[in-house]
């Protein structure tokens, strides 16, 4: 059957218990009232000045409860049409839910409020007076425009109050890709650490651009998570290959006893922090099955099985599934929750702390990595060249191309430089002058400083200074960093580095 009369959209159904009668609420701010064996409208109501989003009827369908988009939630007998304004939110109301004498009413706020609504006796309410007819929609928007003739709400404040946490309706995400401001409903700045999935900071009421201009860093790391708020929290979303594309050196995450030249996959080790209580709870299989029966994983992508950086090496057969590093330990009282597609392809939702190790709708690459460490190696080299200054006396070390870690730092080339002009060496590399410096196997130099005579860099003062577009750079500066925020050109890096005058 087909039932006309609304002249919008429909918001609102309802239904009473026999099946006979249905309530409508619609975007023209009407209500109808429907016989559905006739197939016809039995009566309209001209209660609100806006759409009708919310409908909730007593049990005996004898009176309507409704809400909309004017913020007004209205009590209306359906056989007299009298109706009276029960109450006014400070937000449109989203859904009405009667409960014995409380009516709740959900807005676009975040919290939830219970109303008195004397819904075992409706009539309680028409006797405290201000109701009126809800005549005909030209009648309702007249008195909705009379200077003065707005009616009075019955109740002034809620019984109960179910208190939301306010939502998060500005974002920016930090140029070190590890960090997040947002700004709530209640105008609070807060800085959050994405891969704790807490806040870390909480500066108040303060503006949200000049705190963004406040914790600028220069500083370039591949952008390898994508973030919404529709929400009002913050949802990260993660891909393959891209989410593996940040790299960060383990000291700049102050781990404990960690090697200077270790590096550490940022999307890798979130994901480890994760799946940590997954991977505990996990049943200990002699073959780990997939869920889709893909048993060919990496045909079409290179996948590397790189050891676990951790300063106490344990052989226990809990594998290091379970040590999780400070920087990427997610909350138990307030954990995130994990959000993928199920087997059937509907969308599926838990608590990392619910997972109990069963789960099988984990996208495989995801456990691939909690469980084995293996993951797409995206590129994270950069390709420069190392010539002298100009006007420097100093000669030319290199005849090629040079290509190093895009997380290497100046003072690495700085003292890349300084060990080639004291010892004059050859580095070992391929005749075609591109060398792949940095690389873990530390036959280079540039990434490692394990070569005898040499202390470390944080001790070692270089007596070079590196130079990108006539600018001296500091040494602490990545090699992105420096091609982002001072080359700024598409083609191959180009550094420079003339000897400095020993004081």
């Known amino acids: ?21 249905c309530l409508s609420g619609s975007s023209d701010s009407m209500i109808r009232l429907w016989d559905l064996g006739q197939q016809r409208c039995v009566h309209s109501y001209a209660v609100h000045t806006d759409s009708v989003w919310a409908l909730a009827s007593t049990p005996s369908f004898g009176h309507v409860y409704s809400g909309g ?25 989203l859904q009405l ?19 008195p609504a004397e819904g075992q006796t409706p009539q309680k309410v028409f006797q405290k007076g201000g109701s009126f007819l809800a005549g005909n929609l030209s009648f309702s928007r007249a008195r909705a425009s009379l200077e003065g003739s707005a009616p009075v709400p019955v109740y002034k404040e809620p019984s109960f109050t179910i208190p939301g946490v306010p939502a998060i309706v500005q974002h920016e995400i930090m140029n070190n890709r590890r960090h997040v401001l947002t700004k709530d409903t209640v105008g609070s700045v807060k800085l959050w650490e994405i891969t704790r999935g807490a806040v870390i900071e909480d500066f108040g009421k303060v503006s949200f651009d000049d705190k963004k201009k406040e914790l600028f860093e220069m500083v370039s790391i591949p952008a390898w998570f994508t973030m919404d708020a529709r929400l009002g929290c ?3 979303h993660l891909d393959t290959p891209q989410c593996f594309s940040a790299e960060i050196y383990a000291v700049d995450l102050n781990v404990t006893g960690a090697q200077e030249d270790l590096k550490i ?16 709870r996990r049943p200990k299989l002699g073959q780990h099955s997939l869920s889709n029966g893909d048993s060919s994983i990496g045909k079409d992508v290179s996948l590397k ?12 057969s809990e594998n290091h599934a379970n040590n999780v590093l400070p920087s990427f330990e997610f909350s138990t009282v307030l954990p995130p929750s994990i959000i993928t597609e199920s087997s059937s392809g509907g ?24 469980e084995n460490g293996r993951f797409p190696k995206e590129n994270t080299k950069c390709g420069f060249y190392l010539h002298p200054a100009e006007g420097s006396p100093a000669p030319n070390i290199t005849q090629g ?69 006539n600018q001296v750079l500091s040494p602490e500066m990545s090699l992105a960093t420096v091609r982002t925020y001072i080359w700024k050109k598409p083609e191959d890096l180009i550094l420079n580095y003339r000897v400095v005058q020993s004081r």
């Open 1 to 21: 059957m087909k039932l006309r009369g609304h002249t919008d959209n429909i918001r609102a159904l309802l239904i009473d218990s026999t099946g006979r009668y």
């Open 69 to 93: 988009r004017d913020q007004s939630v209205y009590l209306t007998d359906l056989s007299t049409r009298e109706s009276v304004l029960l109450c006014t939110n400070e937000h449109p109301i």
């Open 97 to 115: 839910s009667l409960q014995d004498d409380t009516i709740w009413v959900a807005t676009t706020d975040s919290s939830v409020y219970g109303w």
């Open 234 to 236: 913050l949802s990260v």
């Open 265 to 280: 996959n940022l999307a890798h080790e979130t994901l480890r922090g994760l799946l940590v209580h997954w991977s505990k």
């Open 305 to 316: 099985n790189l050891p676990h950086p951790r300063s106490d090496v344990d052989d226990g």
């Open 347 to 370: 969308p599926w939702r838990k608590r990392i702390t619910d997972l109990d190790g069963t789960e099988d709708d984990l996208p495989w690459w995801c456990v691939d990595c909690a």
């Open 401 to 469: 191309k040079l290509s190093a870690p895009r997380i290497l730092r100046v003072l690495k080339v700085a003292n890349y430089v300084v060990e080639k002009l004291v010892l004059e060496k050859p580095l070992d590399g391929s005749p075609d002058s591109t060398f792949a410096m940095g690389l873990t196997s530390g036959t280079s130099a540039l990434d490692s400083s394990s070569r005898p005579g040499l202390k470390p860099w944080q001790k070692l003062k270089p007596s070079v200074e590196i130079l990108c577009n």
